[in-house]
């Protein structure tokens, strides 16, 4: 009938008789209510992070955005498409969302690729490189550091542009009056494929582990 | 210690005690070999369509790339920034994934907005007005068929738009090679959130409903 | 004896010893008593949408009228013969029924005929031509969008013309009425002939399924 | 969700996991390949003789035009709608029908109607008085006999009325023409609803049992 991949077809069938079957009514509702998510989520594409995995969330918590190495660009009210910023401008002043979360993660081809200064372009377009370019200098400062290993370094320049991109967000002026009056509450995130550890940004801007001192965190280590 | 939401932090947990704990082995894995997705996914931020949710799909299946009403432009090597672009060529030149899937769903709100001719910016960036001037003059044309109703024009739009997302995907050269390679397959999807119902593209450009004449979908039906 | 088909004979045969012998004495009564249908159904002449059979009804509960296309004109009194008014004007003025459905169908062979602009007379008489006219504008005006699939456009035309003939309905003084002092109401539905799907109008003139939220609507999806 | 009839909600669910459950293959098919009816079956309103179910008929068998007391006006190519010879037209000329199968039936209100003489209009329409207008003259010859009973008189017209329509399908030159190659044959039938008898009309203009001397008809009647 159409040559859809047959591995997706037969998730789907296994979501409808599972969790769609559980969650038929949420469906429903969500679809006449409309969305109120709680969480603009800004993700990177990699397949090893899918943040609705990740947090366990439901259909209806997480508005998410996902590009390559989860960045944010600065507001450019210049006419152009920005396609990260509508979602931003979209979350905050439509949905009115209480948390804005960046999430990066180990391993990132994006970062990666910023890092590597032979890198060439992958295409005529070199959409890639122009799209990395939002990092650039902070790569080329940490690049320059031959004290760092390269697995060091690249863990640095996740945790930079995580910190960058929230740095950028609070140049959109309805971030910034929504965040200032209480209503808006800007988090970053690191996830560690290789662990599953997440990491999350604390007010100094160091990444911490928030399950740590958890009671409920040694049983999860237990059961893992 | 952190202001981190408690809501993402006990979901966090139970994918640890729950998914990871199951699936410790994989992640580890893919974090030493790197991820090689089959699927690019370009989907809506849309909180009630979350692709892995939908097509049941764990880690290192699906790159993902979710903007605003899930759109892509065409190919533009104009050296602006491209985020859905940059995306597509990473998934096709470097991770060289098998099939370009875009999947649109209803109740889409970026959709509702293009069909919305008093629509204000949402903010002097106006980025949402820009974002989907993509799908303007589709907007307008269907609009201005005043026989159907807003959600039967709605439907028709997000369908118009997923068709012409895969037209613009064809204006990519590296797309375009590998597709008449026959090494990529390029689909589209639609989503119906009050059903659940998965509709996919077949080659007339036609909405159909891929499980109805799987033997399995009865099974799964019995199953609901 | 007579040429009369033998497959009908065979199957009359087959009525009469099922379920004529079943329903025998409700046969008996109707025939005595008279019949009082709940509902004047309104259908297409098409082979695959028997009302009987969708709706599973018995002796006595539907009478129905069946014409190209399940269309209803506007009121008439200009003296000519109106075969559709008729059957509808004995409906509510003698037999006073209760409801009345237009229903209409995927794949309809009339709507298909009205939106396809290379049609030829099929006779001198050119029957169906002036019996599509009824929707030639909304014909013309679907047919204009160049952005919908033809198996698109002709399912907007099957939905427009079903409000449409219940619009015309209400040009029926005795219809407008028995419907303003509550002693009628009017419906529409469309069946899809490919997967059984019933669709009912709501308020709005959108069509939406019925049985999705009913209880007994999954118990039947097992059973089936 | 709509004020739609439970009881033929009700019903349609009966069908879905009934009828629907087993022919759901016939349904696809019949939807992709088209309907190719072997019967075009001119029928009455009638609650109480539903053709499908008379000759207990599948999905794809039988094209059915239904109006009250299953007439055929003469051949009129005078521009006029004619929802009658539209639906002839495009059984004979699209579908090429084999039979052509006109059904009367006993107690039909129509001629009744035709045959009362004291019959005000119904509405200032007067639908149905210029729908019978087709019999009148039948009617009032048939009505000046004072040797037969009113049942009698009734039973009469019925069955002249059927001869009537017969005679006035073969003004239709497309009919006529089809007959003569011997591709369609043209028929007449007579159910009775008090005793579920069917009666065909032979060469001769008479209606007969066929089921009379088949072997089988014992059989059924030993069940019924």
Not at 54 to 65: M, N, Q, R, S, Y
Not at 86 to 112: F, K, P, S, T
């Given at each position: ?12 069938r ?44 439901g259909?209806g ?17 210049d006419?152009?498409?920005h ?41 005529p ?10 990092v ?5 400062q ?24 929230i ?7 309805f ?14 995130a690191?996830f560690?494929i290789?662990?599953?550890?997440l ?26």
């Amino acid at each position: 009938m159409t040559d859809f991949p047959d591995r997706l077809l037969a998730g789907y069938r296994s979501f409808m008789s599972g969790r769609y079957a559980d969650e038929r009514e949420r469906y429903r509702v969500l679809a006449d209510t409309g969305q109120k998510p709680h969480t603009l989520l800004i993700a990177c594409c990699d397949s090893r992070a899918a943040p609705e995995t990740i947090f366990d969330c439901g259909p209806g918590e997480l508005f998410v955005v996902r590009n390559v190495a989860n960045m944010v660009p600065r507001y450019e009210p210049d006419g152009q498409f920005h396609g990260t910023s509508a979602a931003i401008e979209y979350a905050v002043q439509v949905l009115e969302i209480d948390n804005i979360i960046v999430m990066g993660h180990g391993r990132c081809g994006g970062i990666q690729a910023a890092l590597d200064p032979t890198m060439q372009p992958l295409s005529p377009g070199d959409f890639i490189g122009r799209w990395m370019a939002l990092v650039r200098p902070a790569a080329e400062q940490i690049q320059s550091n031959d004290l760092m290993t390269q697995a060091e370094r690249q863990t640095a320049l996740e945790r930079v542009s995580i910190r960058n991109s929230i740095v950028n967000l609070q140049t959109f002026p309805f971030v910034q009056k929504r965040s200032e009056k209480g209503e808006l509450r800007v988090h970053g995130a690191w996830f560690d494929i290789s662990t599953g550890e997440l990491w999350v940004m604390n007010e100094k801007g160091d990444f911490v582990r928030p399950d740590l001192d958890e009671p409920m965190a040694e049983g999860e280590q237990a059961l893992a």
